[in-house]
């Protein structure tokens, strides 16, 4: 028995247990969950059911026809099941399967950790089925030989980004384009100076876009929103920093609603648990991937300060991942509403999240 564990085979054991406990559990779990996880869920099935009044079709419209094709669209556990079994498949793939062997107690504590999101906000009906799938992509993609190896990586990513924001989420349009700019950015530096540039530029190129096209500030698209349904019990708004600041007020508006969305400081001095421990979710997620990028595990390995490089694939990997998470953190600064939606949307791409956390440059 010593010599199974010495081979780490209660780590893999652990992590198989777990990732077949929940993929069982996503058959059921909804049944268990309260009104305000399944608002969504509702939405989808009663569009999938009689359609959508909106033409063109809208995005709830335009998943459930994803369901459809794949037959799922009145089969609810079985929806659970595939929307979390591509979590899960995300999951084994940012650990890899022989590194589980190699986890210490608390990397493996916390990869089993993991396994829990999903059943609450992907084990349903969901538009975050196709960011799942994204995230499946990133974790999966080959890393290529040479400059047009990666490049040719680069492009899917920013590819199926692009395409998600052009037929799903518009802000996934901007997430593509900052996702470019965090890559080059992250094998280079990790002087916490250069990195909060990339946001300051990203706001100060938007303010005047936002202003053109919508017609308000950088952070009016999420009082619309919050105003919009203005009628619903939500505990967890997110209320902007001085919404109505223009030119260089504006922007350092946006950049303390960054701060806040990385450290939720309304959740965690809320006095209550559950908000307190949906803060500390939180904090401690973006803890995960903000460590590692600020103690230059990412830098390539001829930049100034890098230590000895871990294999260069999975180097490639976690700042690609990285750089999508610093995207849609970005972006998500802008237009999240309320904290909840931000930890549903967090949700698929935690494996993202574990893939940076766990790279070791001597690894």
Known sequence: MRALRDAGIDNQ????????STLLASLSIRSLLPEQFLRDDALMQQTIQYGSLIAPPDSFELVGQVYEVLGLDAAP????????????????????????ARLSAPAL???????????????QYSKELVTVGLTLLVLTLPDGRGRSGRAAGELAVVGA????????????????????????LLPRTAHPAML????????????????????????????????????????TLIQSVSPDAEGAAGVFAALAMLGLMVLPVPLLASGEAFQLASGA?????????LV???????LDAGTAGAVRAAPAGRTVRAVRAASLLLAFLTVQA??????????????????????VHLHRRRS
Do not use: C
């Not at 054991?13 to 077949?20: C, D, F, P, Y």
């Not at 504590?109 to 084990?123: E, G, I, R």
């Not at 590692?292 to 990412?298: H, I, N, T, Y």
């Open 292 to 298: 590692p990028v600020l103690s230059a595990r990412l």
């Open 334 to 355: 802008l237009f999240e509403p309320d904290y909840g939606s931000a930890l549903k949307h967090l949700t698929p791409l935690l494996p993202l999240v574990l893939a």
């Open 196 to 235: 909060l540039l990339v946001p300051a530029l990203v706001y100060t190129a938007l303010q005047p876009v936002f202003r053109r096209q919508l017609g308000h500030g950088l952070q009016g698209q999420r009082d619309w929103a919050n105003a919009e349904r203005a009628d619903d019990q939500v505990n």
């Open 77 to 100: 556990p079985l929806a659970a099941l595939v929307g979390v079994s591509l979590y899960v498949g995300a999951l084994l793939a940012a650990v890899g399967w022989g590194r589980v």
């Open 13 to 20: 054991m652990a992590v198989l247990l777990a990732a077949v």
């Open 109 to 123: 504590a916390l990869t089993l950790a993991f396994f829990v999101p999903p059943l609450v906000y992907l084990a």
């Open 161 to 184: 980004a692009l395409a998600y924001g052009a037929l799903l989420r518009p802000y996934w349009l901007i997430v593509a384009a900052v996702y470019i700019a965090w890559r080059i």
């Open 281 to 289: 979710a939180i904090a401690g997620i973006w803890a995960l991937v």
